[in-house]
């Protein structure tokens, strides 16, 4: 069955310092790949999408992600966090039925 | 450009009413998501209507339906409401479907009492 795996509930960074979220997903085809951000209280924000080409992908709010198909993985990247950046994130993956699939997020906290 | 406008952004009711949430997606687009939240299920999918007709459905009882008009404008109804339907309700538009990424609206919070 697909599926999507954000193996961190929650990450703790020190604002200044990078960070990296991960993402598994688990699809036979060559997959369509998100990341969204939430504030709390908000609805989401896309961050940034894979459809097919480079497998590094820049975002907005200095985000990227990089797709590894070898490793089933789409993982999210930021060099240098801000306290702003506090929200969860949220992975998903697009099937063959025009349906997503989603992560169960990760919560980032920022420390100051 | 005006983003996804929902409405009410709050809202309480009483167990056994119904209720109905409006979104109006960005001007353009014909696909709109609806998805149910909440902190122990996640985001869970309820439908999708493309050009007036559902063309997904997420595996909620017959109590949750949703239309699309052809301004593109969409409602959900939730009837005879249950405790359990307390949640963040997203809608979510996109030019040809989710494939192209969504834009979310910032949701109706519904409560039940």
């Known amino acids: 069955a697909q599926s999507v795996t954000q193996p961190d509930i929650h990450i703790t960074v020190s604002e200044g310092a990078s960070l990296e979220l991960r993402c598994n997903y688990s699809?036979?085809?060559?997959?369509?790949l998100f990341w969204y951000v939430q504030s709390p209280g908000q609805g989401l924000q896309l961050l940034l999408k894979?459809?097919?080409?480079d497998t590094l992908v820049q975002g907005i709010k200095g985000f990227e992600a990089e797709f590894k198909r070898s490793q089933s993985s789409f993982n999210l990247r930021k060099p240098s966090v801000h306290w702003s950046d506090a929200a969860e994130y949220f992975c998903?993956?697009?099937?063959?039925?025009?349906?997503?699939?989603w992560g169960a997020g990760t919560k980032l906290i920022i420390k100051p | 450009k005006a983003g996804v406008t929902q409405t009410p952004r709050y809202l309480i009711k009483t167990r056994g009413q119904q209720v109905t949430l409006s979104c109006s997606p960005i001007?353009?687009?014909?696909?709109v998501s609806w998805y149910q939240q909440t902190p122990g299920q996640g985001l869970q999918f309820l439908f999708e209507?493309?050009?007036?007709?559902?063309?997904n459905k997420g595996n909620f009882p017959g109590r949750f339906s949703g239309r699309q008009f052809s301004n593109s404008r969409s409602e959900m109804n939730v009837s005879t409401l249950e405790l359990g339907d307390s949640a963040l309700y997203l809608c979510?538009?996109?030019?040809?479907?989710?494939?192209?990424?969504?834009?979310f609206g910032s949701g109706t919070r519904l409560t039940v009492v």
């Open positions: 979510a538009s996109s030019v040809e479907g989710p494939h192209y990424g969504y834009t």
């Open positions: 001007s353009g687009h014909r696909s």
């Open positions: 209507y493309f050009s007036e007709t559902q063309r």
């Open positions: 699809y036979g085809a060559t997959p369509y």
């Open positions: 894979y459809f097919s080409g």
């Open positions: 998903a993956v697009g099937d063959s039925n025009y349906q997503l699939i």
